[in-house]
């Protein structure tokens, strides 16, 4: 049985907005990261959802490219206060292990529910670590959001390969050589 964490609810929501705000988002390629997460049965999503969802997205990745934790914490306020209803809990109708949502109801439409479940996931994780709970890529080329829960230094880049082009080209640019091209 799915259990639904707040790193994993905050992961699917960094994935979700990579997918939506970095790729050239469809109803499949946007039904397949949900499922990567978790998600079961039909999604029945529309090409209206994935607007809703691409405009949530964007408010989300504002919240990871905040440059500190009282300007995270502000937009998070905003995004819970906006959009966020009274917690409950479900197991959608038992297939899934017991968790909360914030959402208006286990029907809600694609673009609340992940905003509003997204959002409660950062605020979580902002409170628990005292940290934003991610960042976006430093990589010139890239900016991609990302999740960063570990301790010491915060993250810089989404991934090794992005840290890896932009030492290369530091070293490149600082020993006067150029790519080859």
Known sequence: ME?????????????????????QPSIES?????R??????DLDLSAN??????????????????????????LLN????????????????????WHLHVDSGDDAPWGEWFLASSAMALAVLLADHQRVPGGLCAARSCGRPFLDLGGG????????????????????SRSGTRAPG
Request: glycine share 8%; with cysteine.
């Open 153 to 172: 230094s915060p993250r810089r880049y989404c991934s090794a390969r992005c840290a890896t082009r932009e030492r290369v080209a530091a070293h490149r």
């Open 78 to 97: 905003r995004l819970l206060a906006g959009g966020a209803q009274t917690p409950r809990l479900t197991s959608h109708g038992g297939s899934t292990t």
């Open 49 to 74: 959802d994935l607007t809703a969802m691409r405009e949530a997205a964007a408010r989300l990745r504002e919240v990871l490219a905040a440059q500190t934790v009282g300007e995270a914490a502000a």
């Open 30 to 34: 946007v039904s397949r990261v949900l």
């Open 3 to 23: 259990v639904h964490s707040t790193k994993a609810m905050a992961a699917r929501a960094v994935d979700l907005c990579v997918e939506l705000l970095h790729e």
């Open 36 to 41: 990567d997460h978790g998600e079961t049965g």
